[in-house]
């Protein structure tokens, strides 16, 4: 397949100092970061992807992308976590039983000592975080394994996952027909690509049957591995289309046991639980992530777009949950014409969505008395 764009390019990125940080966690995986420096900088910025993304996310070269406009903005030292759910690392194509309580233990504190590490004990950490990402470094920010996180950006979903109806469906069924029915290990956008036919093939053209809306199996596989829509991520009008043809590219395979972990969150009160309660090895984290809410101080600015197909409103719910508990501690971006996904990979998400996300850095990085990570409890 030709590409139009680079798999895992750079190029998105001018002008500043590109490294990658290797680390490693404390269940054995190796991890890596990606470092975007203009310059040093006291208020060091960390974006954290979703489930089946990557940094790739955040430095497309087809339009303005975060990191780039973080820099330009002048966050002028810009880092971007690949763990153990992105599609730079092979994790995602073996059997696990994994879970975001996984991602909360041990990928999200490592990263950031990695980061203080090499940028120095004394920064400012300002986290901006998507989807699954952004649900399990909440996690880990509001269960205390990660602390001195001076604020935090959640896009979609937090600490209340909400999801449309067929999408609860969907996860009830879904992983019982791929894994039982069909033995199958993952779940792919790009199955339409397989060079002969396979199970996968046969499934990515019975989906692309029921959306009509485009022409792109990749896209169709995505409606079904996430949200309920035609398309369910985004927005088509918001995409370059390239950025729309590359969704393979963008979007990797996945096992379903995450899936999994928000099903049950969802019959739990729609709440971040652990996935395992009983299990020793989570004995750190807390049963239920949002009960000790009021004691974490770090400001966190909750968004979402209006039309999102995926989580709906969960970011409204955790706003409001929170401003019960620390009223005024927290703020809410509903932007319109937006849904899931978009917000961060639209070709005019510089105009309509990034302003908003400096604005708060910006009042985080200067407010007068900064928070503590975690109050005592």
Same mark, same amino acid.
């Given at each position: 397949? !030709?590409?139009?764009?680079?798999?895992?390019?750079?190029?998105?990125?001018?002008?500043?100092?590109? +490294?990658?940080? #290797?680390?490693?966690?404390?269940?054995?995986?190796?991890?890596?970061?990606?470092?975007?420096?203009?310059?040093?900088?006291?208020?060091?910025?960390?974006?954290?992807? $979703?489930? /089946?993304? +990557?940094?790739?996310?955040?430095?497309?070269?087809?339009?303005?992308?975060?990191?780039?406009?973080?820099?330009?903005?002048?966050?002028?030292?810009?880092?971007?976590?690949?763990?153990?759910?992105?599609?730079?690392?092979?994790?995602?194509? *073996?059997?696990?039983?994994? !879970?975001?309580?996984?991602?909360?233990? %041990?990928?999200?504190?490592?990263?950031?000592?990695?980061?203080?590490?090499?940028?120095?004990?004394?920064?400012?950490?300002?986290?901006?975080?998507?989807?699954?990402?952004?649900?399990?470094? /909440?996690?880990?920010?509001?269960?205390?394994?990660?602390?001195?996180?001076?604020?935090?950006?959640?896009?979609?979903?937090?600490?209340? #996952?909400?999801? #449309?109806?067929?999408?609860?469906?969907?996860? /009830?069924?879904?992983?019982?027909?791929?894994?039982?029915?069909? *033995?199958?290990?993952?779940?792919?956008?790009?199955?339409?690509?397989? #060079?002969?036919?396979?199970? $996968?093939?046969?499934? !990515?053209?019975?989906?692309?049957?029921?959306?009509?809306?485009?022409?792109?199996?990749?896209?169709?596989?995505?409606?079904?591995?996430?949200?309920?829509?035609?398309?369910?991520?985004?927005?088509?009008?918001?995409?370059?289309?390239?950025?729309?043809?590359?969704?393979?590219?963008?979007? $990797?395979?996945?096992?379903?046991? %995450?899936?999994?972990?928000?099903?049950?969150?969802?019959? *739990?009160?729609?709440?971040?639980?652990?996935?395992?309660?009983?299990?020793?090895?989570?004995?750190?984290?807390?049963?239920?992530?949002?009960?000790?809410?009021?004691?974490?101080?770090?400001?966190?600015?909750?968004?979402?777009?209006?039309?999102?197909?995926?989580?709906?409103?969960?970011?409204?719910?955790?706003?409001?949950?929170?401003?019960?508990?620390?009223?005024?501690?927290?703020?809410?971006?509903?932007?319109? $014409?937006?849904?899931?996904?978009?917000?961060?990979?639209?070709?005019?998400?510089?105009?309509?969505?990034?302003?908003?996300?400096?604005?708060?850095?910006?009042? *985080?990085?200067?407010? /007068?008395?900064?928070?503590?990570?975690?109050?005592?409890?």
């Amino acid at each position: 397949m !030709s590409r139009e764009i680079p798999l895992y390019t750079l190029e998105g990125v001018r002008d500043a100092e590109t +490294s990658t940080h #290797p680390f490693t966690t404390e269940d054995g995986l190796g991890l890596s970061m990606l470092r975007f420096c203009r310059k040093p900088c006291r208020d060091v910025v960390v974006i954290i992807h $979703g489930l /089946t993304t +990557s940094s790739d996310m955040f430095i497309q070269p087809e339009h303005v992308n975060l990191v780039s406009h973080l820099l330009d903005e002048g966050f002028t030292d810009v880092w971007t976590l690949d763990f153990r759910m992105s599609n730079r690392h092979p994790y995602n194509l *073996q059997p696990s039983d994994w !879970s975001m309580d996984d991602c909360a233990l %041990y990928d999200h504190p490592a990263a950031i000592a990695k980061i203080r590490q090499e940028a120095g004990e004394d920064v400012n950490l300002h986290v901006i975080c998507h989807c699954l990402g952004a649900m399990s470094f /909440t996690m880990a920010l509001f269960g205390g394994t990660v602390t001195g996180i001076r604020s935090c950006i959640a896009n979609s979903v937090a600490l209340t #996952p909400h999801v #449309p109806t067929w999408s609860r469906i969907k996860g /009830t069924i879904f992983p019982f027909i791929i894994e039982r029915i069909f *033995q199958q290990p993952y779940v792919s956008p790009r199955w339409s690509e397989d #060079p002969r036919l396979t199970i $996968g093939k046969v499934l !990515s053209r019975l989906v692309s049957l029921f959306h009509r809306e485009c022409d792109v199996p990749a896209c169709h596989m995505l409606s079904l591995m996430w949200g309920t829509g035609w398309p369910a991520l985004y927005h088509h009008d918001n995409l370059d289309e390239i950025t729309h043809r590359r969704g393979g590219d963008l979007y $990797g395979p996945v096992g379903l046991n %995450y899936h999994k972990h928000v099903l049950r969150m969802l019959g *739990q009160g729609h709440r971040t639980v652990r996935m395992k309660p009983d299990d020793p090895r989570y004995a750190d984290l807390p049963d239920d992530y949002i009960a000790g809410a009021e004691a974490v101080a770090t400001p966190c600015l909750f968004m979402t777009g209006d039309d999102n197909r995926v989580f709906t409103d969960s970011n409204i719910h955790c706003h409001r949950a929170l401003e019960e508990v620390a009223p005024g501690r927290h703020q809410l971006a509903i932007f319109p $014409g937006y849904g899931h996904q978009d917000v961060f990979m639209g070709k005019r998400v510089h105009e309509d969505i990034f302003p908003r996300l400096v604005a708060f850095l910006r009042e *985080q990085r200067d407010a /007068t008395t900064p928070p503590t990570a975690v109050a005592s409890r």
